[in-house]
């Protein structure tokens, strides 16, 4: 069965330092791989997704994720944190023969002034 | 404008009390799901819905219905609520069940405590 490994429940940064949030998947075959982004009292957005064409995957806000085949990661990085990044981020995976996300279970970014 | 509306967004109840938890959408999507949302366990699907009257169970159904009589509704529907269903839900549509190509539009949450 797929599943997702989300390292660390909160991750904390100081405003202009590199977020670098960790997404591990467990899948024989290369899945479909998303972000999602869920800001405080809201439901979750698309951050950016996985697809076969490019390993580096750029999203909105000026996220961008690389697929690492070999690792089987997804990692999501931003170069210059801002405090309006400060939100839960949940990694999810979907096979491609499945209609099914499986969500990880969350990286809390907190982003010091 | 596009969105998914989920109502009341807080609620508490008391054990055994039937509730439900409206979701509507106005983007003309055919599929809908519900999830659950617990600290340290992310998201996991309740039930989805491929169509009108076509739905199915998704990871963690047990004590929950649901029913879709029209496209554009997908109420939640807990009969006889208990305490381990306290939760942050969650309503979700999209244009087609294919994850890859119909991005998820979610809802802003319910809040349900059961006390």
């Known amino acids: 069965a797929q599943s997702v490994t989300q390292l660390g429940s909160h991750v904390s940064v100081s405003e202009g330092a590199l977020v670098l949030l960790r997404c591990n998947y467990s899948s024989s075959v290369p899945p479909y791989l998303f972000w999602y982004v869920q800001y405080p009292n809201q439901g979750l957005q698309l951050l950016l997704k996985y697809t076969s064409a490019a390993t580096l995957v750029k999203g909105i806000n000026g996220f961008e994720a690389e697929f690492k085949k070999s690792e089987t990661s997804f990692h999501l990085t931003k170069p210059s944190a801002h405090m309006s990044d400060a939100a839960e981020y949940f990694c999810?995976?979907?096979?491609?023969?499945?209609?099914?996300?499986?969500f990880g279970s969350g990286t809390r970014l907190l982003v010091r002034p | 404008e596009a969105q998914v509306t989920q109502n009341p967004r807080y609620l508490i109840t008391v054990t055994g009390k039937k509730l439900t938890v409206t979701c509507s959408q106005n983007?003309?999507?055919?599929?809908m799901s519900w999830y659950r949302q617990d600290p340290g366990l992310g998201l996991r699907q309740i039930y989805y819905s491929m169509n009108v009257e076509v739905t199915d169970k998704g990871d963690v159904p047990e004590g929950y219905k649901v029913s879709r009589k029209e496209k554009r509704n997908f109420p939640l529907i807990l009969e006889s609520p208990s305490p381990n269903q306290t939760s942050l839900y969650f309503c979700?549509?999209?244009?087609?069940?294919?994850?890859?190509?119909?991005?998820?539009?979610f809802g802003n949450g319910t809040r349900l405590t059961v006390t």
């Open positions: 983007m003309n999507h055919e599929y």
């Open positions: 979700a549509s999209s244009h087609s069940p294919s994850v890859y190509n119909s991005p998820l539009h």
């Open positions: 999810a995976v979907s096979d491609r023969s499945s209609y099914k996300l499986i």
